[in-house]
């Protein structure tokens, strides 16, 4: 069965151009592409929480995310 990892970017959307971090790969690995996205969004509240209401509202920040699949083991 495949596995997979999550990597997440946090954008700013508040100039003409949006820019992100660089992603950040969460140390946890996933079962299935459904677990992994919706890890995405628990991770991504979590992180949103961490920068604060204020922040994020200032920079227009959101997350993106990716589920990227491991090659097998043997």
Same mark, same amino acid.
């Given at each position: ?9 946090? #954008? *700013? ?5 949006? =820019?992100? +971090?660089?992603?950040? !790969?969460?140390?946890? /690995? @996933?079962?299935?592409?459904?677990? #992994? *996205? ?5 991770? =991504?509240? +979590?992180?949103?929480? !961490?920068?604060?209401? /204020? @922040? ?19």
């Amino acid at each position: 069965m495949a596995k997979f990892i999550l990597i997440i970017w946090v #954008c *700013s959307f508040s100039g003409p151009e949006f =820019s992100c +971090l660089p992603p950040v !790969k969460i140390d946890k /690995k @996933y079962s299935s592409w459904y677990e #992994c *996205s919706r890890g995405a969004h628990k991770e =991504s509240a +979590l992180i949103l929480s !961490k920068l604060g209401y /204020k @922040y994020v509202n200032k920079h227009h920040i959101a997350t993106k995310y990716g589920c990227q699949e491991l090659p097998p083991t043997i």
